[in-house]
C-alpha cells in the first residue's frame, strides 16, 4: 500500500520527471516518521503527567554515576539544547522534586545534577513501560527487519556525525 512519501514522489515525479527525487524516498520518511514517533511519545509521557524533555534528563541522570551526577554542561551535551535551557529545564525538575544540585565535592565552583530517590523510583518505574510503548510503535517490524534496519541507521548517523553524546 503506498504511503504519503510514495503520493509526494509520485506528484514530483509527474511535475519535474528531470529531477531524482529518489533521496526523498528516506529522507521524507524518517522526517515524517520522526514527526508521528514524536506525537506518540509526547502523548505517552503526558499520560504519566511528564513532559518528554523532562524524561530524557531523568533518564541521562539514572544511566550516569550515580554517585557523582552529572554537571549543567555534561547534560547540556547529552540533551543536545542550549545552556539557558538546561538551566531551565533542571530549575523545573528541581520544582518538582526529581532533582537536586549539589556542590562538587572536587571542585566547588561546579555543581553536579543528581536524581532523587522520587526521580529514580519515577524513571524506574516508567522505563518498562516506555520500551512496551516503543515495542507497540515498532511493531509493523518483524524482528529480523528490526535487526537489519540498526546498522542502516547506525551508518547514516555515523556519517553525519553523531558518534558521540560529548
Known sequence: MPDAVDQITAAW??????????????????TRLHRLLDRALTDFFHTHNLERWEFDVLATLR???PESGLTAGELNKAAMVTSGA????????????????????????????HLTA??????????????ANEQRLLAALTPTDRESL?????TLS??????SLT
Open 63 to 65: 544511566r550516569s554515576t
Open 150 to 154: 540498526i546498522p542502516l541507521l547506525r
Open 13 to 30: 515525479r509527474t511535475h519535474r520527471p528531470d529531477v531524482d527525487t529518489s533521496p526523498m524516498e528516506i529522507v521524507g520518511r524518517i
Open 158 to 163: 555515523e556519517s553525519l556525525g553523531d558518534t
Open 118 to 131: 522520587k526521580g529514580r523510583g519515577l524513571v524506574d518505574d516508567l522505563l518498562p513501560l516506555h520500551m
Open 86 to 113: 538546561i538551566t531551565n529545564r533542571i530549575d523545573r525538575l528541581t520544582a518538582k522534586g526529581l532533582v537536586e544540585r549539589i556542590p562538587d565535592t572536587k571542585d566547588r565552583r561546579a555543581i553536579r545534577v
